[in-house]
């Protein structure tokens, strides 16, 4: 099944800890993106990737970074200076330019205790 | 700033209703312009998207109309069904250069049997 797979659905972690949400897509696209969903707040982009070993940051970056070694595989790291961590986080996967859709993973319920 | 802007914020209709949600943008480069459909813990699935060139897009149930003058469009859902509760977002982008997507602070949509 081609698709893109986010684990794990749910992660529990003391403050000041760095915390690696992973993301996987196999539907070889070239573009993927991380976003942050609060409620009321809509999605929110934090880092995306054209190709390989390059990525941009998005409206609300500080705090996060992020890594783009494989093409399939776009890992988001919530360091320790996010202020307020705790969210649902979104990767999705374009195939790439003049491609319009994004496809969706099924997230990752990120819980700062 | 806000670049999608999205109303109402919820929205409760009865079975076989035409719940209406409205979204505005301002940057006239924005040339895409997708629905996505999320579901509790779940990640956004595409519903339906409309390029400017045409004033209205209808899949299934599921319609958008589309506005460019006033830089405005909707989304129309045709004899809703408690299976349509959900979150609905709108978002939009450009075609070509269609790095990021914007989007809008959602729909809560629930259809009472």
């Known amino acids: 099944d081609g698709g893109i797979t986010q684990s794990p659905k749910y992660l529990f972690r003391k403050e000041g800890q760095n915390v690696t949400l992973s993301c996987e897509q196999n539907?070889?696209?070239?573009?993927m993106y991380w976003y942050r969903q609060d409620p009321g707040q809509g999605l929110r982009l934090i880092y995306y990737s054209q190709i390989v070993n390059d990525f941009q940051k998005g409206d609300i970056a500080e705090g996060y970074s992020v890594s783009r070694e494989k093409k399939e595989s776009f890992p988001l790291t919530v360091t320790s200076a996010q202020k307020n961590p705790t969210a649902f986080y979104l990767c999705?996967?374009?195939?790439?330019?003049?491609?319009?859709?994004?496809?969706f993973g099924p997230g990752t319920r990120l819980t700062v205790l | 700033q806000q670049q999608v802007k999205q109303s109402p914020q919820s929205l409760i209709v009865q079975k076989g209703g035409i719940p209406i949600i409205n979204c505005a943008y301002e940057?006239?480069?924005?040339?895409?312009f997708p629905w996505y459909q999320q579901f509790p813990g779940k990640g956004p699935a595409l519903l339906i998207a409309?390029?400017?060139?045409?004033s209205e897009k209808k899949e299934g149930r599921f319609t958008i109309s589309f506005n460019k003058s006033a830089k405005q469009f909707s989304l129309h859902i045709m004899d809703s069904q408690p299976g349509d509760s959900a979150t609905y977002f709108c978002?939009?982008?450009?075609?070509?250069?269609?790095?990021?997507?914007?989007f809008g602070t959602g729909t809560s949509l629930t259809v009472i049997p």
């Open positions: 539907l070889n696209h070239d573009a």
């Open positions: 978002a939009a982008s450009r075609h070509r250069t269609g790095n990021q997507f914007y």
């Open positions: 999705a996967s374009r195939r790439g330019q003049g491609y319009n859709e994004q496809f």
């Open positions: 409309i390029r400017p060139d045409v």
């Open positions: 940057n006239t480069a924005f040339d895409y």
